[in-house]
């Protein structure tokens, strides 16, 4: 069949084929790119940011209770009110943590873990509240009531609130670790793990 055609008509014919293929191969390296570069672009202003931004509110968090440990442990009433102070910085810490992180929330997953922390982290304040209360009634001497009630109610709320800010962690990471090992051919996330 192909011995009727001259070799000029075959050699054009072997090009012709050869720029199809590598037209092809082309453009299917181009739109695998395009999907590795859309899950990076996911992990990058997705993922990463939010693991970020809840570290640091889990931060504000382990320092709001040292300071309240350091309350009770103050002797005098100044320095259990520079403890408040201080308390008052931590505070502020943790507010502009949420509200750095708060848009950034986009699952229902994600959005029960935080509304749940919320609710928790709530109660947990007003705990503390509660327990300053008494640790500055017992200013100069060993502050009793207020170290049961932390031990006994308020820190056991705390761990709590810790518990469900690491769920939300874990949450963001393990979504980050699904699109980074998503194949190239795959651009919708995970159904566990959509925003």
Known sequence: MFAKFSIRAKII???A?????LTGMGLLAVWN???INANTVDITTNWLPSVRVLGELRAGVITYRNVIREHMLSETTETKLAQEKTLATVIEMIAKA????EPMITSPGERAFYNQWVETWDKYRKGTEQVMELSRKDAGKIPHDAHEL???????????????LNKDIAYNNTGADKARRMPPTATIRPSCCSR
């Open 17 to 21: 084929f050869l720029l199809v293929a």
């Open 33 to 35: 790119m395009r999907a």
């Open 150 to 164: 932390n031990t006994q109610v308020v820190n056991k709320i705390g761990l709590e609130a810790d518990e469900i």
């Open 13 to 15: 014919a072997a090009v």
């Open 98 to 101: 949420r509200s750095a992180y």
